[in-house]
């Protein structure tokens, strides 16, 4: 969120129904199709009142992005004292859900034309997490496993699978599949 001038403080439900507003329209419309204007009428607020919680459209977006509930099981700070298998199943609930998979797809595809947003996703998003990873999954492969291709490997896997299937997965079926990977990678917790 941008940084918050001194003044009223900011109203809660305010804050809910952009953020609620935006990740409709992000879902519906895309990154482009989106325009503060609408997010603001969709709101119930002004203008004004987005640009002062959110600088650029790109900001909301990630604000949007750590909207889901399922999100919080993977906050780095969480992963970091987690069993790993906590993490596993967080990666697999917020990768089940039809929202995260349209979102995931709206990103991707507006990065062909925006790679700045796909960096912004990469350093807010995922880096802090991966950098977790490493230490989450080093106790289940020998010295000298290159973490960094395995998380590229698993990850991949689990992005493809969600990503490009039509049929939507379950948090299950998404699980078990992460465990058949990391399996076939010599992950040996």
């Not at 969120?1 to 409709?24: K, Q, V």
């Not at 465990?179 to 076939?184: A, E, T």
């Amino acid at each position: 969120m941008a940084e918050r001038s001194a003044g009223r403080p900011r109203d809660p439900e305010a804050d809910n129904a952009i953020l609620t507003a935006a990740f409709d329209l992000f879902l519906e419309r895309g990154l482009d199709g989106t325009s503060i204007e609408q997010v603001a009428k969709r709101a119930g607020v002004t203008r004004a009142t987005v640009y002062r919680r959110f600088a650029t459209k790109e900001e909301l977006l990630f604000s949007v992005i750590e909207l889901p509930r399922t999100v919080a099981a993977l906050d780095p700070e969480r992963m970091a004292v987690a069993p790993p298998e906590e993490t596993l199943k967080a990666w697999a609930a917020l990768m089940s859900t039809p929202q995260t998979i349209q979102l995931l797809r709206r990103i991707v595809g507006a990065s062909a034309d925006n790679f700045a947003l796909m960096r912004r996703y990469w350093e807010l998003f995922i880096a802090p997490r991966r950098a977790v990873l490493y230490d989450v999954i080093r106790p289940g492969f020998p010295p000298g496993t290159d973490l960094s291709l395995v998380v590229d490997l698993v990850g991949g896997a689990l992005f493809y699978r969600a990503l490009s299937r039509p049929e939507q997965h379950s948090a299950a079926e998404l699980e078990a599949y992460l465990h058949r990977v990391l399996d076939q990678v010599g992950y040996r917790p």
